[in-house]
């Protein structure tokens, strides 16, 4: 019988934590699954990611309101996985923010992910019936946009290509502290099923070109401290790299998604084995790193069906 995936078997309640990384600006965490950003302004609220689930969603919002009243007035989508936009719902906001590349994959890719998603990680799924269907940004915008939250200025960047193609960043100046999404994770694996492995590096280096003082990243604990970013980014590149240099050699000797699946293991394994969530991102980026190194720039679109036959033949 085909092993499951190590994310089906990932049952266990996580413990949620809220952190203050600027004036205003909070991170919801969840030992290593997915994070939320909060940004307070002068009368109404910006979050950044909206969990899976409306119900998921609430937990965020118990969370906002221990600290403020505000009404929630807007919503951004880093990307358009389906773990952190299904429970846009839930948040009323009047405007759901994402960058143009984006909401093209929602209308390419977006049903195809949340059917995905929803086989392999199904904790992440509670409450799903509550779910009204895709989630569609108000508004979009291609290389950056500014939002005023009364005279809190936040923008919004598109850095490059990394976790997806869309990637957006939040940066508000005034605390000078970087809401990143997937690009950054802290001591969690990278989902790499739908990166680009080449450009991913320079899109770090374009985050640290702000030089934030704090980083809210994808999944991990909220990053407080110059030092602390910088070792996250640092981390974020090395996880990216040894992952995808094996399976270049690989595939430039002719090797099989087999061959590369047990060199990204001899590699990463020692160094990152204890991360979350490396079980579950593991056989995604072999794949897609496979894929790459061959010269497909355009993530394939990831089924279920797809999901088990790639996982069949990593198996052997």
Partial sequence: MTKAFASQGDLAEKTISFTEVGEGLF????????????????ESVMIVEAQATPRLARKVIDCVRSVTDKPISHLVLTHYHAVRVLGASAYGAREIIMSDTAA?????????DWDSEFGRFPRLFQGHEEIPGLTWPTTTFSESMTVYLGKRRIEIHTPGRAHTAGDAVIWVPDQE????????????????????????????????????????PGRGDALVGADRVAAAIAGTEDFIRSTYKPVARVVARGGTLRDAWEAVRAECDPKFSDYAIYEHCLPFNVARAFDEARGIDTPRVWTAERDRQMWDALQG
């Fill in 104 to 112: 093209a994959m929602v209308a390419e890719r977006g049903q195809e």
């Fill in 27 to 42: 991170a919801f965490t969840a030992e290593g699954d997915p994070n939320t950003g909060v940004i307070i302004g002068d």
């Fill in 177 to 216: 502290v970087m809401f990143t999404g997937d690009i950054v994770e802290d001591h969690s694996a990278c989902y790499c099923g739908d990166g680009h492995f080449n450009e991913w590096p320079q899109t770090l280096d374009m985050i640290a070109s702000f030089e934030p003082v704090a980083v809210a």
